[in-house]
T-cell receptor, first 115, second 111 residues
Framework: KAGVTQTPRYLIKTRGQQVTLSCSPI?????VSWYQQTPGQGLQFLFE???????NKGNFPGRFSGRQFSNSRSEMNVSTLELGDSALYLC??????????????FGPGTRLLVL | AQSVSQHNHHVILSEAASLELGCNYS??????LFWYVQYPGQHLQLLLK????DPLVKGIKGFEAEFIKSKFSFNLRKPSVQWSDTAEYFC?????????WGAGTKLIIKP
């Protein structure tokens, strides 16, 4: 079974631009979560999508948004990029989300550099 | 809000030494606990998890962790480390259907 895939793997943008990252979950997984990983703040939860609906959201500004398609693929968008948005963005999938004994499986991440 | 503390940010050990990495979470109730590992250049992988039952959990590659409810702890252990265990280790707690993460411990094993 193929793992979680994320595209692109690396991205360079300038301040003020917007960016869209893509995540394809493991086949059959309906929950996709997004995390931001930075050296200063560590791993922080952004949001979770399940069956095309945002089910849970972390403490990030509205510039961070996402969506999920009917095939469970998910995208996250960051508008008006700031230098502090430079990070590794991780996507994780699971069958039903973090309820009960679910385990999340992570993709390799997209490394975003904002100049 | 739930928080997770990992006591050591950097640990350096020689091969064959024993390992214990600390993890504490801030409040109780029913918790699901995880240890993930990130090897250099690789993505996060699950080492082990605790949901219920036996508080001593065994994971991959000879790792184990003990859940001690009274101490809000979930420490990771390995009796004899190898050079290939060099990685960053993260403890996480499932709180309100999201993973709350510790800051991570960078483990370096000297050959």
């Amino acid at each position: 079974k193929a793992g979680v895939t994320q595209t692109p793997r690396y991205l360079i943008k300038t301040r003020g631009q917007q960016v869209t990252l893509s995540c394809s979950p493991i086949s059959g997984h309906r929950s996709v979560s997004w995390y931001q990983q930075t050296p200063g703040q560590g791993l922080q939860f952004l949001f979770e999508y399940f069956s095309e609906t945002q089910r849970n959201k972390g403490n990030f500004p509205g510039r961070f948004s996402g969506r999920q398609f009917s095939n469970s693929r998910s995208e996250m968008n960051v508008s008006t990029l700031e230098l502090g948005d430079s990070a590794l963005y991780l996507c994780a999938s699971s069958l039903e989300g973090l309820a009960g004994d679910e385990t999340q499986y992570f993709g390799p991440g997209t490394r975003l550099l904002v100049l | 809000a739930q928080s997770v503390s990992q006591h050591n940010h950097h640990v350096i050990l020689s091969e064959a030494a024993s390992l214990e990495l600390g993890c504490n979470y801030s409040y109780g109730g029913t918790v699901n606990l995880f240890w993930y590992v990130q090897y250099p250049g690789q993505h996060l992988q699950l080492l082990l998890k605790y949901f219920s039952g036996d508080p001593l959990v065994k994971g991959i590659k000879g790792f184990e962790a003990e859940f001690i409810k009274s101490k809000f702890s979930f420490n990771l252990r390995k009796p004899s480390v190898q050079w290939s265990d060099t990685a960053e280790y993260f403890c996480a707690v499932n709180s309100n259907y999201q993973l709350i993460w510790g800051a991570g411990t960078k483990l370096i094993i000297k050959p």
